[in-house]
């Protein structure tokens, strides 16, 4: 199969290959855009495959039974990350909360077309999990979901209070006291590196490198956060114009840059250089 960079990319494109065909047969149940909401970047699998170095076994990575079960495991993250962005909290509802209307109680038992695609990814990744068999691995995903959307709520409630005021200040001051709850929200994003770390590293030699998983998570937190808070209407034009989510990824993104030159061993510092790349 040639080298390992040319395996790992036969793992993406079978991967990226079982995605896409899951996307397009939930957009023939009916017309929605879905293809936003997924990374062709394939960001969770990079995570996964950013531990597996040179000397691994490549028999026992590439063989074909193995190969069928990791592409499984890859496919169904990225597709529970799918779901998990239709889930997310758009713009429009959020500006209904923040200018104090609050939904009436038929709005709120509604299931809307974002729940059920959000749920059909769900179980449509069940599945793959299901073909890879490590219900281990299953239960850590799971929980990883559910703390995810518990963070998401919480910090979604302050941004409204921040939101209805309108003060740009107490944005700042949200995004200094709530650092946990913004790597929270991304809790699937670290579940896939721990899954790598656990799969694929010499646990005994080699140290999860919290620091550095915990910064790009930060990174890709903010650049949810800018994109979220350019949907915003005009009449919340100060935030719109927040300046501090630009300069706080500027300043992670200097201090991931000199953490990854000093990691060691020599292939997993290659390893995070080209998965920098992904985040920036």
């Known amino acids: 199969m040639g080298s390992k960079a040319g395996k790992l990319s036969v793992v993406k494109n079978k991967v990226r290959g079982l995605v896409t065909k899951e996307i397009k047969y939930i957009s023939n149940l009916f017309p929605?855009?879905?293809?936003?909401?997924?990374?062709?970047?394939?960001?969770?699998?990079?995570?996964?495959?950013?531990?597996?170095?040179?000397?691994?076994?490549?028999d026992s990575v590439?063989?074909?039974?193995?190969?069928?079960?990791?592409?499984?495991?890859?496919?169904?993250?990225?597709?529970t990350a799918i779901g998990a962005n239709v889930h997310s909290?758009?713009?429009?509802?959020?500006?209904?909360?923040?200018?104090?209307?609050?939904?009436?109680?038929?709005?709120?038992?509604?299931y809307t077309l974002n729940l059920l695609f959000g749920d059909i990814f769900y179980?449509?990744?069940?599945?793959?999990?299901?073909e890879y068999g490590d219900f281990l691995i299953f239960n850590g995903i799971l929980d990883s979901l559910k703390e995810a959307h518990k963070n998401k709520l919480l910090f979604h409630q302050q941004l409204v209070e921040a939101i209805n005021k309108n003060i740009v200040?107490?944005?700042?001051?949200?995004?200094?006291?709530?650092?946990?709850?913004?790597?929270?929200?991304?809790?699937?994003?670290?579940?896939?590196?721990?899954?790598?770390?656990a799969l694929f590293a010499d646990c005994e030699k080699i140290k999860f490198p919290g620091s550095i998983v915990n910064k790009l998570i930060m990174i890709?937190?903010?650049?949810?956060?800018?994109?979220?808070?350019?949907?915003?209407?005009?009449?919340?034009?100060s935030l719109k114009r927040l300046?501090?989510?630009?300069?706080?990824?500027?300043?992670?993104?200097?201090?991931?840059?000199?953490?990854?030159?000093?990691?060691?061993p020599d292939w997993l510092r290659v390893n995070f250089k080209v998965l920098r790349r992904s985040y920036l």
């Open 32 to 58: 929605y855009n879905i293809k936003k909401f997924f990374d062709p970047n394939l960001i969770y699998s990079q995570n996964i495959l950013t531990f597996l170095n040179n000397d691994y076994p490549a």
């Open 62 to 79: 590439f063989s074909p039974d193995y190969l069928y079960k990791l592409t499984n495991l890859l496919a169904g993250i990225e597709l």
């Open 89 to 110: 909290f758009n713009a429009k509802d959020f500006m209904l909360l923040a200018d104090g209307r609050k939904f009436s109680k038929k709005n709120e038992k509604s």
């Open 123 to 130: 179980s449509r990744a069940v599945v793959y999990f299901m």
């Open 169 to 197: 200040e107490m944005i700042e001051k949200l995004l200094d006291e709530n650092l946990d709850l913004i790597i929270g929200i991304n809790s699937l994003l670290k579940a896939s590196f721990i899954v790598g770390w």
């Open 220 to 237: 890709k937190a903010y650049n949810d956060l800018k994109e979220f808070f350019n949907q915003l209407p005009e009449e919340a034009v």
């Open 243 to 264: 300046k501090e989510i630009s300069s706080r990824k500027n300043f992670i993104k200097d201090e991931l840059n000199d953490i990854i030159s000093n990691l060691e």
